[in-house]
């Protein structure tokens, strides 16, 4: 069988469509069925119960939309911003943010503003850089990217999951997901082999950059092959050799990415990738267009492989930068082939430590489920076994779940306009609003009056007497 997957759960599950398997479990009668509508639906588990921000977001393309959207605030004619917002299902659309030439026209933010909550107010700052301001629902500055609306901590869906309850918080990080690809469908997204081209003065300099480095590494050998380079506090002269080589070719990678950013277009679609979170980062586009830099194993540069030295093209003893593993090319450029080996290297570790690390980790996984199971948070607070002995006085320490805390102080939960919405909700009219604050005395029948009179130590009132007349 094959599983359709809402593509905005896919981070908790860690899954990404290339070979993943599942397994799913059929509930055989109707109490489990009701059981797990009401506990084990995806939005009820929005929220992760290890550090109690959303796991459940937009991811690449959905935070990519989102960037373009909002960053520049561009405009929309009326039948382009009913176009993105009926694929959320909106119908009507607010107030034009400007007239021109009698066209009336919506700006993105407006558009996103749509899908927001009324009353939500929020202020944080985006992975961009730039101040993101919520105002009474409205977005009124600032580029919504992965920080507002991805999965593991965005801001603005943490904050409505709190605030406005699960069932708000997934139908917005639904409209998210169908606006962002529609925008994406508007301004059309495409990432080719050219986007990684810089100009060749840019290049130029590049190079420059990396013979500087390689002139400052073959100081450091000549200073320690006459017994010049002082040891570092704690490390002893060799160590010092290849930490402040490590630390030199390093800044050369830099350099050389610092060059290669300053060619790029801020709307060039690597660049937008990057800075909105959706994938990869600037030290990849840096690798792609400038230099792949130094390969490490174990933290250290390549140093193993044949006697006193790395590969048979190098004498031995050598211990210059690319006879131990710095690659001055770039992806783009292509590597030659001892770079390619000593990439090899590289990455070879990364691929052992991660099937290492995930038998390792799956196994103690195991074994704590097993040492934990039987464990109980009890109605007091406590933690006991099956045998009631206390485990912990007070969950946690602190008896709080993470799912039900704020995330910091910044980001406090308001808990003033929740009660509000609550009693606005409950409450037809103002005045029975405003008795339950008891903001105002409720109203009484004559006879509560007498009562309250006579209480007070007031006169009984003369009975009235009727006359023979």
Known sequence: KTFRLNTTVCPPYNADFDGDEMNMHALQNEEARAEARVLMRVQEQMLSPRFGENIVGAIQDHVTGTYLLTNQNPDFNETQALDLLRATGVDELPAPDRSEDGVDYWTGRTVFSELLPEGLNLEF????????????????????????????????????????????????????????????????????????????????????????????????????????????PGRTVDETLEMKIMQTLGKARDSAGDIADDNFADDNPAVVMAESGARGSMLNLTQMAGCVGQQAVRGERINRGYEGRTLSHFRRNDLSADAHGFVENSYRNGLTPKEFFFHAMGGREGLVDTAVRTSKSGYLQRRLINALSELEAQYDGTVRDTSDTVVQFEFGEDGTSPVRVSSGEEYDIDVESIADRIVEEEFDSETERRQFLGSEEPTTNLSEHGDSWRSAGGPEPTPEVESDD
């Open 125 to 232: 700052t985006s992975s961009a850089g730039d101040t993101v301001v919520i105002e009474e629902g409205r977005l009124a500055s600032g580029t919504v990217d992965e920080d507002a609306v991805g999965a593991f901590g965005g801001e603005v869906v943490d904050t409505i999951c709190k605030v406005y309850g699960n069932t708000r918080a997934r139908q917005f990080v639904n409209e998210v997901a169908t606006l962002a690809m529609r925008a994406i469908m508007h301004f059309g997204f495409s990432i080719g082999i050219d986007d990684e081209s810089i100009e060749r003065d840019a290049e130029d300099q590049i190079d420059e950059a990396i013979e500087s480095a390689y002139d400052r590494v073959e100081s450091l050998i000549e200073a320690y092959h006459a017994g010049e380079l002082e040891s570092l």
